[in-house]
Every structure is written in C-alpha cells, then in structure tokens.
C-alpha cells in the first residue's frame, strides 16, 4: 500500500512534489473510505486529481511509471536511464538529478526507498525502514559507493557488497546506472525482492485505448473464475452483454462463431501473445420482439468505445479488489459514463475494498462531490507562469466544508487549477468586426 510518492526535477515538476495517499486527521462523512492501518495512522483508498489541460496532471503518472521500471530494468537495461528527463525551464535544474522516493508498507513495516538519477546514472540512493517504532537506515548510497549499510537489518545487502568488493574496491556497487536495490533482488535477496515485487505490484494504465490492455483481459478469459468475473463487471455496467468467451486463434477462422471476424484482426491477435477471438454473447428477438436465443458477436468491431475500455479495465480492476494492490489510472473518465466512473469510485471506497487503492487523473467533476470523496482524496495540479507544475490538495484550504459543494467551488475557481481561457469568437471576427 502507498502512503506517499514524492518526486522532482522530472518534466513539469521543478521542486519536489508529494502524492499522499495518509489519511488527514478531519472529520469527514466517509467512514469507508479509508485503510485503517492502527490507531494513529489510516490511508486512503482512493484519490482523484484535478487540472487543466497540460498542468502537469499525466506527469504525476509518468513519474511513477519511470519510477518503477528504473527499478524494475536498471540491472539488464542500461538505457533506461533515458526515460529521465529533467525540468528544462530553469538553469537551476540543468545539472541536476531528478527525485524519486516512494513510502509503503509491507506486513505492517514501513519502509522509505528513493533514488536521484540523471539520464546517465545514480547519483544516490536510499533504503529505511521503520521495523519497531523508529526508522533506521538500512543503506544509503552515493555516487557508486554505499556509504552507509546495515549487517543487521539489510544483511543479504551487505554480505553480497562485501563479496563484491574483495575484488573490486571497498563499497563499490556493481555499475553507475543500475540500482543496489535491484542488484541485491535480482541475486535473490529475500527482503530486497520482496521490496520490487511490492513496487513491481503498483499497476498503472493509460486510460486511453490500449491493445496490449485488450490481450491483457482477453487472455484472462481463459480462466473460467475471472471470465465470470469479468462478465458479471460489464453485465453491472448495462452494455447488453450476457456472456464472454474466447476462441482460440488457431481454430478461429474455421470457426463459425467468428466466420465474420476481420482477418486482419485474427492475424493481429494470434501475433499479440495469440490470445484468440473474443467473442460476446446478446439476446436475439424474432419480429414480435420476443427472445429466441443469443446472437454472437466478434467483440472488438461490434462493440463501443466505452464499453472495450470497460473490458480492458476489468481485469485490473478486480485484480487490484482481490488482491489488495493499487492501481493507477491517466485519463480515467476518457470514454466512459459519468455515472460508470462514479460506480468504480464507489466501488474502491466502498466496504467490498479491504486494502486496494485507485488513484486517477480525470476531468469528471461529477466525481467532486462530498458524498463520494474526502477532501484529503482530491488533489490539483496547476502550473505557473514560470512553466513549472504544483500538486496540492482540497484539504490545504481553510474553511472549507465537508458540506460545501466541491463540483461548483472548483468550477468558480476557488480551487485553482483550471484553464483561463480566452474568446474563441475573437478566431472569426472580420475586419469589420474588428
């Protein structure tokens, strides 16, 4: 679970930013919508963020997606590095790295990793962790020396360093551009592995259409549990589908169920990991308008914008619920209905959700209303006259209510982080007009 993902001199962002997912200590109408961790400390199940149009909002996302495949890659990968690019509006931050730090808990301990990179290498990088009631290092790392390790609490680190350096130099790590961390996971260090995976478990998507979204859901039909899961998903969302299934390419073009699927997209499929036809079932009527079966049809050209994001989104949707993960999602309220988006908000807020946690980007504000979210569940993104982005919260304001109409106030401006637009008319104003 997240409690906190910080990060700066990335993209839009110039000075160091937080996204907080803990809980603010306010008094709020939504019991539900909160992890309660202990007595102290609870986090939020969901988290929705606001702004203009290019504010920096899909920075947030790109900064977390860069985030975890740095860590996830840095090992075999030596240019993934170059998914880093730093604030280019200021000579301040021309020569310095970007920030990354992610605070979560995993079995009830909280840890605290982060790292400064270049898009050439790692210019520090840092674990700790609260194992009892005060935080303790458990290795720090500048430039290409760990200045700092724990025999204690990070002993698989310190025992391959140790070995490492009996040859190579005193607390060298393996290679400027690649992360300790990952280093010591991918050498089957049991905590450090068990930190990735936690990292590695954070789903984000797009929001946008996605093929490889698509292959994802389709592919997870072919489990009988998660098919109906999925199907029962679409059926709550009122498409006017009764049942999925999937047929598998290789017999599909003999197939009589999708005899009139396109070629093109059964060629496409078998290459995209061979995941098959899917294929929808709806009810079929006679000219009294009486049901006489179910008709069959090839899902991706008969099907809605809407509702094929429906189906690329089940899946991780229900994976995050049953699982306990988190998920993020850019351009969530791209092709749905507002009254579908506020449904799986409520659903990550609701008592069904035991640990997930859903944190999107979105226009929808519908979805600003204090009977659905928090104050400390809504963010803003808004970006200033010197180009550089800011992420605050609802709960920073004074004075306002847990009553107040947050949709309306947002909207007038009160909240920042809306676009100042001008006269479109001005476009086509003759010369006379003129």
Excluded at 10 to 18: A, H, L, P, T
Excluded at 41 to 57: D, E, F, P, R, T
Excluded at 81 to 109: C, W
Excluded at 411 to 427: H, T
């Amino acid at each position: 679970m997240i409690k906190e993902f910080s990060f700066g001199n990335y993209r839009s962002f110039k000075e160091i930013q937080s996204l907080n997912m803990t809980a603010s200590k306010i008094n709020e109408l939504n019991e539900n919508n909160i992890i309660v961790l202990n007595e102290k400390q609870s986090l939020l199940k969901s988290k929705a963020i606001y702004g203009a149009n290019a504010s920096g909002k899909s920075n947030i996302v790109k900064a977390l997606v860069s985030f975890i495949k740095i860590i996830k890659n840095s090992v075999k990968d030596e240019k993934v590095l170059d998914l880093i690019e730093n604030f280019k509006l200021s000579v301040d931050t021309d020569n310095e790295p970007s920030f990354f730090q992610l605070i979560f808990e995993i079995n009830r301990i909280q840890y605290r990793y982060g790292f400064e990179v270049t898009d050439k290498e790692i210019k520090s990088e840092w674990l700790f962790g609260v194992p009892n009631e005060r935080e303790v290092c458990y290795f720090v790392r500048e430039n290409n020396t760990i200045n700092d390790i724990s025999k204690l609490h990070f002993e698989e680190g310190h025992k391959l360093l140790s070995i490492y350096n009996d040859s190579e130099g005193e607390n060298e790590v393996f290679r400027s551009n690649s992360l300790f961390l990952s280093a010591v996971a991918a050498m089957n260090g049991k905590l450090s592995k068990q930190i990735v995976n936690s990292i590695f478990s954070i789903t984000v998507l797009s929001g946008l259409q996605d093929k490889q979204l698509y292959n994802i859901s389709g592919t997870n039909l072919r489990n009988e549990e998660t098919k109906n899961k999925i199907t029962d998903f679409l059926k709550i969302a009122d498409v006017g589908i009764n049942s999925l299934d999937i047929i598998e390419t290789n017999n599909a073009i003999e197939n009589n169920l999708v005899k009139e699927a396109p070629v093109e997209y059964l060629k496409k499929s078998e290459h995209d990991n061979k995941i098959g036809s899917v294929i929808s079932m709806h009810d079929k009527f006679n000219s009294q308008k009486e049901k006489i079966g179910e008709a069959n049809l090839q899902f991706l050209s008969s099907q809605s914008e809407g509702t094929l994001k429906m189906f690329e989104i089940s899946s991780f949707i229900i994976k995050a619920i049953e699982n306990g993960e988190t998920l993020v999602i850019d351009e969530f309220d791209a092709r749905l209905h507002p009254l579908i988006s506020k449904k799986i908000v409520e659903l990550f807020n609701s008592q069904a959700n035991g640990s997930a946690q859903l944190i999107f980007v979105t226009h929808d504000t519908n979805l600003l209303s204090a009977d659905l979210l928090r104050r400390d569940q809504i963010d803003f993104v808004e970006k200033d006259k010197y180009g550089e982005s800011h992420l605050y919260s609802l709960v920073q304001f004074k004075g306002v209510r847990n009553s107040a109409s947050f949709e309306k106030d947002y909207i007038k401006g009160k909240y920042g982080a809306i676009p100042f637009l001008g006269d479109f008319n001005q476009l086509f104003k003759s010369e006379k007009d003129a």
